[in-house]
């Protein structure tokens, strides 16, 4: 809003257009007054556009002094609406204000009126180009016109203000005429005339007359009131209608080029109401005000609060973010050196697989070595170096076999009663000589008896580990306790030293994830403290370090005496009797070793035992050290395996579990089922991390496992038992079942090679070779197969039969003896008498007489 003047009657159309403008939500307005310069005005203008305002409305200050600055605003696009006066040019947008031509008219016809139709009368004008006063002057003359005797002896022009009308009037009242009435083109202008002529002429009856008309204090309503003008016109502002306008233009809505307000004259008739009014108006227009200000006041803090709140939410966002990135990277982390961790066990997994093999071909014939008697000292000592440190490495192996079996879950707990104290004393003398070489003082403080329910193994693992710790970081000289005592229903196990102890820091995690926190206590692969707190807490039991004072490590682990949810009587048979096996398996061992040497003194003519095992050395170590006792034929596969085993019947296979093509537990299941095989016992080879290798060993059908790495006495006892085994259950063969169960297969077998012996004794033609056929083997493999179960030949259980039937008939009928011979398939009574005697230690016409050698039949 350019304004021309600064006055009352344009701060009320500004304010008017302030008050409108809270209507629309995207009106921003803007206000400049030029102070009735010209060229103050155009810089406004311009200054306007360059702000690039959407509309500009101006009231021009004269008609022709801002046209290029209108001008320049319409070429820019900017739409222009004039406002109150106008200009020369018509380039605006649009105009709104009263019709001043109309307005001096009237003011021209009350004047006339006012007069009684006579008189002298003088116009003082406002600026002398700006168009409302043209428009006035020209509408006054018109009116007048029509009253010849109504004078208008001067007219000069003033520039709207109060001040311009006294000096006017001023000018005026020199030329000496009788003035009646004083036309002011605005009340101000009046008003400054009338203070001129009064003061000069203080009896003077004239009239004043002005426009505009405004309700305010000092404004024309109440002048005209007061009596001191007798009329004015009210000069509209109406900002409301002026916005109006602007906004339609703005939003391209129809509008109107020529808008006209209508307005009113004010007499001393009707000034009191029109007052009245005004203040009314005003009121509303305060009440309105002070409700925008209140509006205004709750936006503005709403809007802080908005801002305050988005900022809130801004920091908290930001905050959350942080904290997830933080934790993000946190689980990254850990999740990153969890994943190492595990590649780490994953690939000590896999080389201690891979290690244990060489391990047991190593520890395997130091042991035979050692056992040799021609050795010399040094050379036993050497052995000893070996021996120890393959059983470190294996232990090492085992460990971390152990653990990873910890973390798939796999590992099982097997809880026996037992006395802890002795357990105790042997595990710690197992460090006496590396305690010896350091000179370490060991105190073992445990009770005589600690009757404990555990598992033996893990807490075995257990104190070696903390042992073995503890006598690595205890320097030369130092001490070491071992200590076991029992409180109530719970024991524990304190290992403590004068060790260098761990940094106080790492104290807490000291048993957490391994490879995480580096301590001289949990160095090496990381893995022993890790597995004792696994270990601990499978037993239910809790594990703590500390440090000594002055110095040293102490590690306290705390047991329930009898494991929770156990039923101790159980697990104690069961242990019961796997200790009584493995004993008799130590007898056993001692027994089977002496008579293999006496067997193999004897040259009873050897078993066979065929190997199976993908590893090469494996198989040529096997083959040479069990070659001792016997007859060993070897395969790389399961496939391979079957084939050997199907060709040459041996009297034991003994195959590793995991290989390539066929593994064992394949290999077995496929003896198991086939005729041909399925009596001889199979042995496996099991990898001692496979917990469910016994399980899986025994459902494929196998006879027994082995857990690698094995002790040669143990697997030659094993061997030898099996193989023994199956010579009990073919001494038991058709007369009940002492030894091993024969397998489903072997009872078919037996059930059909009975009844089609049943069926043809009486056919002297019945070859070896029908039978076979009969059941579905070649003369050589039924050959193997019977003698295998039986320890008899074919041809030697089919005569049995025909024997045992013959004897029947003599027994039951009068039948002779040749009748017999050929009844029973033989074909001749000569061959059949030699035959009774040999089977019955009589001739068949003694039978019956009670002097026979020959076995009874059931
Ligand atoms: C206000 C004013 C009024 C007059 C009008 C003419 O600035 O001088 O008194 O009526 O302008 O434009």
Same mark, same amino acid.
């Given at each position: 809003?350019?304004?021309?003047?600064?006055?009352?009657?344009?701060?009320?159309?500004?304010?008017?257009?302030?008050?409108?403008?809270?209507?629309?939500?995207?009106?921003?307005?803007?206000?400049?007054?030029?102070?009735?310069?010209?060229?103050?005005?155009?810089?406004?203008?311009?200054?306007?556009?360059?702000?690039?305002?959407?509309?500009?409305?101006?009231?021009?200050?004269?008609?022709?002094?801002?046209?290029?600055?209108?001008?320049?605003?319409?070429?820019?696009?900017?739409?222009?609406?004039?406002?109150?006066?106008?200009?020369?040019?018509?380039?605006?947008?649009?105009?709104?204000?009263?019709?001043?031509?109309?307005?001096?008219?009237?003011?021209?016809?009350?004047?006339?009126?006012?007069?009684?139709?006579?008189?002298?009368?003088?116009?003082?004008?406002?600026?002398?180009?700006?168009?409302?006063?043209?428009?006035?002057?020209?509408?006054?003359?018109?009116?007048?016109?029509?009253?010849?005797?109504?004078?208008?002896?001067?007219?000069?022009?003033?520039?709207?203000?109060?001040?311009?009308?006294?000096?006017?009037?001023?000018?005026?009242?020199?030329?000496?005429?009788?003035?009646?009435?004083?036309?002011?083109?605005?009340?101000?202008?009046?008003?400054?005339?009338?203070?001129?002529?009064?003061?000069?002429?203080?009896?003077?009856?004239?009239?004043?007359?002005?426009?505009?008309?405004?309700?305010?204090?000092?404004?024309?309503?109440?002048?005209?009131?007061?009596?001191?003008?007798?009329?004015?016109?009210?000069?509209?502002?109406?900002?409301?209608?002026?916005?109006?306008?602007?906004?339609?233009?703005?939003?391209?809505?129809?509008?109107?080029?020529?808008?006209?307000?209508?307005?009113?004259?004010?007499?001393?008739?009707?000034?009191?109401?029109?007052?009245?009014?005004?203040?009314?108006?005003?009121?509303?227009?305060?009440?309105?005000?002070?409700?925008?200000?209140?509006?205004?006041?709750?936006?503005?803090?709403?809007?802080?609060?908005?801002?305050?709140?988005?900022?809130?939410?801004?920091?908290?966002?930001?905050?959350?973010?942080?904290?997830?990135?933080?934790?993000?990277?946190?689980?990254?982390?850990?999740?990153?050196?969890?994943?190492?961790?595990?590649?780490?066990?994953?690939?000590?997994?896999?080389?201690?697989?891979?290690?244990?093999?060489?391990?047991?071909?190593?520890?395997?014939?130091?042991?035979?070595?050692?056992?040799?008697?021609?050795?010399?000292?040094?050379?036993?000592?050497?052995?000893?170096?070996?021996?120890?440190?393959?059983?470190?490495?294996?232990?090492?192996?085992?460990?971390?076999?152990?653990?990873?079996?910890?973390?798939?879950?796999?590992?099982?707990?097997?809880?026996?009663?037992?006395?802890?104290?002795?357990?105790?004393?042997?595990?710690?003398?197992?460090?006496?000589?590396?305690?010896?070489?350091?000179?370490?003082?060991?105190?073992?403080?445990?009770?005589?008896?600690?009757?404990?329910?555990?598992?033996?193994?893990?807490?075995?693992?257990?104190?070696?580990?903390?042992?073995?710790?503890?006598?690595?970081?205890?320097?030369?000289?130092?001490?070491?306790?071992?200590?076991?005592?029992?409180?109530?229903?719970?024991?524990?196990?304190?290992?403590?030293?004068?060790?260098?102890?761990?940094?106080?820091?790492?104290?807490?995690?000291?048993?957490?994830?391994?490879?995480?926190?580096?301590?001289?206590?949990?160095?090496?692969?990381?893995?022993?403290?890790?597995?004792?707190?696994?270990?601990?807490?499978?037993?239910?039991?809790?594990?703590?370090? %500390?440090?000594?004072?002055?110095? *040293? /490590?102490?590690?306290? +682990?705390?047991? #329930?005496? =009898?494991?929770?949810?156990?039923? &101790?009587?159980?697990?104690?048979?069961?242990?019961?009797?796997?200790?009584?096996?493995?004993?008799?398996?130590?007898?056993?061992?001692?027994?089977?070793?002496?008579?293999?040497?006496?067997?193999?003194?004897?040259?009873?003519?050897?078993?066979?035992?065929?190997?199976?095992?993908?590893?090469?050395?494996?198989?040529?170590?096997?083959?040479?050290?069990?070659?001792?006792?016997?007859?060993?034929?070897?395969?790389?596969?399961?496939?391979?395996?079957?084939?050997?085993?199907?060709?040459?019947?041996?009297?034991?296979?003994?195959?590793?579990?995991?290989?390539?093509?066929?593994?064992?537990?394949?290999?077995?299941?496929?003896?198991?089922?086939?005729?041909?095989?399925?009596?001889?016992?199979?042995?496996?080879?099991?990898?001692?991390?496979?917990?469910?290798?016994? %399980?899986?060993?025994?459902?494929? *059908? /196998?006879?027994?496992? +082995?857990?690698? #790495?094995? =002790?040669?006495?143990?697997?030659? &006892?094993?061997?030898?038992?099996?193989?023994?085994?199956?010579?009990?259950?073919?001494?038991?063969?058709?007369?009940?079942?002492?030894?091993?169960?024969?397998?489903?297969?072997?009872?078919?077998?037996?059930?059909?090679?009975?009844?089609?012996?049943?069926?043809?004794?009486?056919?002297?033609?019945?070859?070896?070779?029908?039978?076979?056929?009969?059941?579905?083997?070649?003369?050589?493999?039924?050959?193997?197969?019977?003698?295998?179960?039986?320890?008899?030949?074919?041809?030697?259980?089919?005569?049995?039969?025909?024997?045992?039937?013959?004897?029947?008939?003599?027994?039951?009928?009068?039948?002779?003896?040749?009748?017999?011979?050929?009844?029973?398939?033989?074909?001749?009574?000569?061959?059949?008498?030699?035959?009774?005697?040999?089977?019955?230690?009589?001739?068949?016409?003694?039978?019956?007489? *009670?002097?026979?050698?020959?076995?009874?039949? #059931?």
């Amino acid at each position: 809003m350019s304004q021309c003047s600064e006055d009352i009657w344009r701060e009320k159309l500004n304010e008017e257009l302030k008050t409108t403008s809270y209507i629309y939500d995207n009106v921003n307005l803007l206000f400049s007054t030029a102070r009735d310069n010209d060229r103050l005005q155009q810089e406004q203008i311009d200054s306007f556009i360059n702000r690039g305002v959407d509309l500009l409305i101006i009231s021009p200050n004269q008609v022709n002094t801002i046209t290029p600055a209108i001008e320049r605003a319409r070429r820019k696009g900017i739409p222009v609406v004039l406002f109150d006066r106008k200009t020369e040019s018509a380039h605006y947008t649009a105009f709104m204000g009263a019709d001043n031509y109309q307005i001096g008219r009237t003011m021209g016809e009350y004047i006339a009126h006012l007069m009684g139709g006579r008189g002298n009368f003088v116009e003082i004008r406002g600026l002398e180009h700006s168009s409302p006063s043209i428009d006035r002057h020209r509408g006054l003359v018109d009116a007048l016109r029509r009253y010849p005797e109504v004078r208008l002896i001067d007219s000069r022009a003033g520039d709207w203000s109060e001040g311009s009308g006294s000096r006017v009037m001023t000018e005026m009242l020199n030329s000496g005429d009788r003035v009646d009435c004083v036309f002011g083109q605005n009340d101000r202008m009046a008003l400054g005339a009338r203070k001129v002529l009064m003061d000069r002429q203080p009896d003077s009856k004239a009239r004043f007359v002005g426009i505009d008309a405004l309700a305010t204090p000092g404004g024309g309503i109440r002048e005209v009131k007061d009596g001191r003008l007798d009329a004015s016109y009210i000069y509209p502002t109406r900002g409301d209608r002026l916005l109006q306008l602007a906004v339609n233009i703005l939003e391209h809505k129809p509008y109107k080029n020529e808008n006209l307000l209508e307005s009113a004259i004010v007499t001393p008739d009707n000034a009191e109401v029109m007052l009245m009014q005004a203040d009314e108006m005003r009121l509303q227009v305060d009440n309105l005000k002070q409700l925008h200000a209140h509006v205004d006041r709750f936006l503005a803090r709403y809007n802080y609060q908005k801002v305050f709140l988005i900022l809130i939410i801004l920091v908290l966002s930001l905050l959350i973010i942080v904290l997830f990135l933080f934790y993000r990277g946190l689980s990254l982390r850990r999740r990153m050196a969890e994943e190492t961790a595990n590649a780490k066990l994953k690939f000590f997994t896999n080389v201690s697989h891979e290690l244990r093999t060489p391990l047991t071909l190593i520890t395997a014939p130091v042991e035979q070595l050692a056992a040799d008697d021609t050795l010399t000292d040094g050379q036993r000592s050497l052995l000893g170096v070996v021996k120890r440190n393959t059983d470190i490495l294996l232990r090492l192996v085992n460990e971390i076999l152990d653990f990873r079996k910890v973390q798939n879950g796999k590992m099982t707990v097997h809880l026996a009663h037992f006395d802890l104290s002795p357990a105790l004393r042997q595990w710690t003398a197992m460090f006496e000589p590396a305690m010896k070489k350091k000179s370490l003082t060991l105190h073992i403080e445990v009770p005589d008896h600690l009757f404990v329910l555990s598992d033996g193994y893990k807490l075995e693992r257990i104190c070696y580990n903390l042992l073995s710790n503890s006598v690595k970081y205890t320097p030369e000289g130092g001490e070491i306790w071992i200590r076991a005592t029992q409180s109530g229903d719970r024991f524990a196990i304190v290992v403590e030293d004068t060790g260098i102890g761990i940094p106080e820091d790492k104290l807490k995690r000291i048993f957490e994830r391994f490879f995480q926190v580096e301590t001289p206590y949990t160095n090496g692969t990381g893995v022993g403290l890790a597995l004792v707190k696994a270990f601990t807490e499978m037993l239910h039991g809790t594990v703590t370090a %500390a440090n000594r004072q002055p110095q *040293g /490590a102490r590690f306290t +682990i705390e047991f #329930p005496v =009898s494991q929770p949810n156990s039923d &101790a009587s159980q697990t104690a048979g069961v242990e019961e009797t796997e200790r009584q096996m493995a004993h008799e398996e130590a007898v056993d061992t001692q027994k089977a070793n002496a008579e293999m040497l006496t067997a193999s003194e004897k040259q009873e003519p050897r078993k066979r035992i065929l190997v199976v095992d993908d590893n090469a050395d494996i198989r040529a170590y096997l083959a040479s050290w069990l070659g001792k006792y016997y007859q060993v034929s070897s395969a790389a596969d399961g496939r391979e395996g079957f084939e050997t085993a199907r060709r040459e019947a041996p009297d034991l296979v003994m195959s590793d579990v995991m290989m390539p093509v066929m593994d064992g537990l394949e290999l077995c299941r496929r003896l198991k089922s086939d005729v041909t095989t399925s009596h001889i016992p199979v042995l496996l080879l099991t990898a001692r991390d496979m917990d469910d290798s016994r %399980a899986d060993a025994y459902n494929c *059908g /196998a006879d027994g496992y +082995i857990v690698k #790495p094995f =002790s040669e006495d143990v697997l030659l &006892a094993r061997v030898k038992n099996l193989i023994d085994s199956r010579q009990q259950l073919r001494d038991a063969f058709g007369g009940g079942s002492d030894g091993l169960n024969p397998t489903k297969e072997d009872k078919k077998f037996t059930v059909k090679l009975r009844e089609a012996i049943q069926q043809h004794l009486d056919d002297s033609d019945f070859s070896v070779e029908q039978l076979g056929g009969e059941l579905g083997l070649s003369r050589a493999q039924l050959y193997r197969k019977v003698k295998a179960m039986t320890g008899q030949s074919p041809v030697e259980i089919l005569r049995e039969a025909r024997l045992r039937r013959a004897d029947r008939l003599l027994a039951m009928t009068d039948k002779t003896v040749a009748e017999i011979a050929y009844e029973t398939g033989f074909s001749s009574p000569s061959y059949f008498t030699k035959c009774y005697k040999d089977y019955f230690g009589c001739p068949p016409k003694d039978a019956g007489k *009670g002097n026979r050698k020959g076995k009874e039949q #059931p």
